[in-house]
C-alpha cells in the first residue's frame, strides 16, 4: 500500500490513537506477557513483522530512506509514519535515527475446538470472501449474466490456484473495437477489502445493465477486464490460521534461502530494482524479487496485458489497481520525483493529473503522484504506463489510518466502502476512449478515433 498525509486535526486525532492503542502493548511487553494477536504454535513473536509509530520522517526523501530498510510504510502523516516490519527491519529504522512505537497486532479470534484446521476469516470478518466463496460468487454471476460477463483462466498462482479475467460488454463473446479497461485487485494478501471491490464492480455493472442508463452505456461502448485476485496464495495464507498474519506477499519460496515471498507490487518489469524504491533482501516486506516479472503471478498478468495489443495498439487505455490502506488516488511515475520523468510529456502528466483529482472528488481521497510520497520501483502502475501506454492509477481504500482498522477494517464497512468509488470508476470507463479529453486536448490526441 502507499500512505497518505492527512491534515493536521485528523493527524494529531491519529496519532493520539496510535499512543493510546500502543501502550497496553507496551505494559503487556514489559509485564512479559505475549503481545495481543500472539498466536500459539506461530513463529516466535520478535521474528513476526509488526507494526510500528515511526516518529521523523517528514519528507519523501526521508520516506524513501525508511523503505530503503525493507520495511513496507503502510500510513504517513506530517511527522510520523506508520510502517510494517520484522524485528530486523525495525532496528535498521532505530538506526536511522528514529523513534519507534509498537502498535497492537491484528484482532485474535477465539481458540478454534482442537484439531480444527481453520481456512476462513475470524468473527467480525466473515463477510469477506474467501478464495473459493468469490471463485463460487464469480461463477454464478457468469451463469446468471451470460451475455454480459465471461470468465477466462489467465494463469495460475504459484500454488496452482487459478487466477481470473472477467471480461464485461454487451457483446461479451466478441472482441470488438471498443476502448477497454483494467481493474486489479490484491497484489498484497493482507489487502482483502480489494477483492471485496472487484467483487462489488462485477455485481453492480452486470445487475444495474439495462435499468441505469450511464452502466447501459458504458457496457455497449466498453471491453471491461477485472482481474479480482492476483495473490491468492497470499491471501489463503494471511488467513490460514484462524487469525490474521498481516501477510504481505506472495507464497513463492525464495532460492538458497529459508524466505518466502515476493512484493508483486516491486516486481513488474519496468524500472524493476532501478531507484532505492524496493528491496533486494527476500527477508524484507518490499522484496522485489530475483528478478523482474520473476513471480509468476506477475508473469500471468503481464502476459494478458500485452495479449491486449491489437494490431499494434495496446486496447487497454486506462486501469486501477486497487490496494489498501490510506484512502488515495496514485498515479505514475513511482520510481522517480520527476513530474514529468522520462517516458512522460507534460500533456501526459496533465491528463493523468486531472483524472486523478477529478476521481478523488468523488470518493474524497487524497490525489497525488506517487512519488511524492516516496520512491518505488517495479510497480503494476509505473508498468502499465511506461511500458504500455495506458492511463493506471492506483486506489489506497479504507480506511484513512491504523486507527479506523488499517489493513483489516470490520466487514460491516464492505458495502459503503466498495460503493464509495463507483463514480470514480465510471468517470474513468467514460474517459477512457480519449482520456485526454480531461484536458481539453481531445482534438490534438483522439481525432479520427
Known amino acids: 500500500m502507499r500512505p497518505r498525509i492527512p491534515g493536521g486535526r485528523t493527524t494529531v486525532l491519529a496519532a493520539l490513537l496510535s499512543l493510546a492503542l500502543a501502550a497496553p502493548i507496551a505494559a503487556a511487553q514489559a509485564q512479559g506477557a505475549p503481545p495481543h494477536g500472539s498466536v500459539a504454535g506461530a513463529a516466535p513473536d520478535a521474528e513476526r513483522p509488526h507494526q510500528y ?21 503502510d500510513e504517513v502523516h506530517a511527522r510520523a509514519v506508520v510502517i510494517t516490519a520484522d524485528r530486523a527491519q525495525a532496528a535498521a529504522v532505530r538506526r536511522l535515527g528514529h523513534t519507534l512505537r509498537r ?4 484482532p485474535v479470534a477465539p481458540p478454534a475446538a482442537p484439531g480444527a484446521r481453520a481456512k476462513d476469516f475470524p468473527p467480525g470478518y466473515t463477510g469477506y470472501h474467501t478464495y473459493a466463496e468469490a471463485t463460487k460468487e464469480i461463477d454464478a454471476l457468469v451463469a446468471k449474466y451470460p451475455a454480459l460477463l465471461s470468465k477466462q483462466v489467465i494463469g495460475t ?23 477497454e479497461v483494467l481493474f486489479t485487485a490484491h497484489q498484497h494478501a493482507r489487502e482483502h477489502l480489494t477483492v471485496e471491490m472487484a467483487l462489488y464492480l462485477l455485481n453492480e455493472l452486470t445487475s444495474k445493465y439495462g435499468s441505469d442508463a450511464r452502466v447501459t452505456k458504458l457496457l455497449d461502448s466498453r471491453e471491461i477486464w477485472i ?48 531507484c532505492d524504491g524496493s528491496s533486494g533482501n527476500p527477508a524484507d516486506e518490499t522484496y522485489r524479487g530475483a528478478s523482474a516479472a520473476s513471480a509468476p503471478e506477475v508473469q500471468v498478468v503481464s502476459k494478458f496485458v500485452r495479449s491486449r495489443i491489437v494490431g499494434g495498439t495496446q486496447q487497454i487505455k486506462a486501469a486501477i489497481d486497487f490496494h489498501t490502506y490510506s484512502e488515495l488516488v496514485l498515479w505514475p511515475f513511482g520510481f522517480t520525483d520527476d513530474d514529468t520523468g522520462p517516458g512522460m510529456t507534460q500533456d501526459e502528466h ?22 511524492d510520497l516516496y520512491i518505488t520501483d517495479g510497480a503494476i502502475d509505473d508498468y502499465l504506463w511506461g511500458d504500455q501506454r495506458i492511463f493506471a492509477y492506483t486506489f489506497e ?53
Open 157 to 179: 498462482s504459484h500454488e496452482g490456484r487459478n487466477l481470473l479475467a472477467l471480461k464485461l460488454s454487451k457483446n461479451v463473446s466478441k472482441d470488438e473495437n471498443e476502448p
Open 103 to 106: 502498535l497492537p497486532d491484528p
Open 227 to 274: 482481474i479480482p485476485d492476483l495473490n491468492p496464495d497470499g491471501g489463503a495464507y494471511d488467513i490460514a490460521s484462524g487469525n490474521f498474519r498481516s501477510w504481505r506477499k506472495n507464497r513463492q519460496p525464495n532460492q538458497g534461502t529459508s524466505q518466502v515471498g515476493t512484493d508483486l507490487n516491486r516486481n513488474w518489469d519496468f524500472k524493476w530494482g532501478c
Open 350 to 371: 496533465d491528463t493523468f493529473a486531472t483524472i486523478g483529482k477529478k476521481m478523488a472528488a468523488t470518493n474524497g481521497y487524497t490525489p497525488e503522484q506517487s512519488s
Open 53 to 73: 509509530e515511526v516518529t521523523g520522517p517528514a519528507t519523501a526523501a526521508a520516506r524513501t530512506a525508511l523503505a530503503a530498510t525493507g520495511a513496507s510504510i
Open 397 to 449: 481504500m479504507y480506511p484513512s489510518s491504523f486507527g479506523s482498522g488499517g489493513f483489516y477494517p470490520r466487514d460491516s464497512v464492505i458495502s459503503k466502502q466498495t460503493s464509495r468509488n463507483r463514480e470514480a470508476v465510471l468517470q474513468l470507463l467514460d474517459l477512457a476512449d480519449c482520456p485526454y479529453r480531461a484536458i481539453g486536448k481531445q482534438n490534438q490526441y483522439c481525432k479520427g478515433r
